[in-house]
């Protein structure tokens, strides 16, 4: 009976990230990345780590023409953890391509906001 009562108040191990299953992308001016990833970081169904709209933003403006940089993170989308990863490589100067990788269920809702934000800035 004791150990029943100890487990039921026993706190939950965490769930493992669910895998990467789908991809998505677009192109963007460099100046375009971290406003996109801001958007998408205000989205409330998606859960991202600290500055990491600003952090990735700033990185890309580094990146060399026909060079690539990829960010593996852990996110939260619809209060279950996601791995996702986005990759940039610089097709032309200051035009980098994003790529999203993660669950179908969390890329869908990137592309959402993906042709949102296309809309928006009139692309």
Do not use: C, H
Not at 45 to 61: L, M, Q, W
Not at 77 to 92: N, T
């Amino acid at each position: 009976m004791l150990k029943f009562v100890t487990e039921l108040f026993k706190p939950n191990a965490p769930k493992a990230p669910l895998p990467i299953t789908s991809e998505t992308s677009m192109n963007f001016d460099s100046r375009e990345v971290a406003p996109f990833l801001t958007q998408l970081a205000n989205n409330s169904r998606f859960a991202f780590p600290e500055d990491i709209a600003r952090s990735i933003g700033t990185a890309v403006g580094d990146i060399p023409v026909e060079d690539t940089k990829r960010w593996k993170i852990t996110a939260d989308f619809d209060g279950q953890p996601i791995l996702m990863e986005i990759e940039a490589f610089m097709d032309d100067v200051d035009a980098p391509d994003l790529y999203f990788f993660s669950t179908q269920a969390a890329i869908s809702e990137i592309e959402r906001e993906l042709e949102a934000f296309a809309e928006a800035i009139g692309t």
